[in-house]
Nanobody, 126 residues
C-alpha cells in the first residue's frame, strides 16, 4: 500500500504560479504511476496530468498542456505539479493518486488509480 499527502495549494491571482507536492509513504514508490486530478464544485473529478513509474513518460489534459508540468523524484518519494499561468477555471481541489502499473501502462483514467491523497485546495482569483 501507499499513503499520499498533498501540499502546496493556496489562493493566488490569475497568472500566478503554484507548485503542488505529493509525498508518498513506503519503499515502493517507483513501482507506481502517479497522477494529478482535480475536482471543482459540482463537477466530476477530472484528469490533469500523469507520469510513468520512471518519469520518462508524461500526459496532460488539453486544458493544462503548456502551463502545467508533472515531475517526480523517486529518491524522495514525491511527485510535483508545477502550475504556471493559472486561470480562475483552474480553481479546484487537487488530488494526487497512485496506480501500481508497468511503466508502459500509465493511465489517464481515474478509475485505474487505487490510492488517493486527501486533496489540496487551489483557488485562482480573477
Amino acid at each position: 500500500q501507499v499513503q499520499l499527502v498533498e501540499s502546496g495549494g493556496g489562493l493566488v491571482q490569475a497568472g500566478d504560479s503554484l507548485r503542488l507536492s505529493c509525498a508518498a509513504s513506503g519503499r515502493t514508490f517507483s513501482r507506481y504511476a502517479m497522477g494529478w486530478f482535480r475536482q471543482a464544485p459540482g463537477k466530476e473529478r477530472e484528469f490533469v496530468a500523469a507520469t510513468s513509474r520512471s518519469g520518462t513518460t508524461t500526459y496532460y489534459a488539453d486544458s493544462v498542456k503548456g502551463r502545467f508540468t508533472i515531475s517526480r523524484d523517486n529518491a524522495k518519494n514525491t511527485v510535483y505539479l508545477q502550475m504556471n499561468s493559472l486561470r480562475p477555471e483552474d480553481t479546484a481541489v487537487y488530488y494526487c493518486a497512485a496506480d501500481l502499473t508497468p511503466d508502459w501502462a500509465t493511465s489517464r483514467a481515474k478509475y485505474d488509480y487505487n490510492y488517493w491523497g486527501q486533496g489540496t485546495q487551489v483557488t485562482v482569483s480573477s
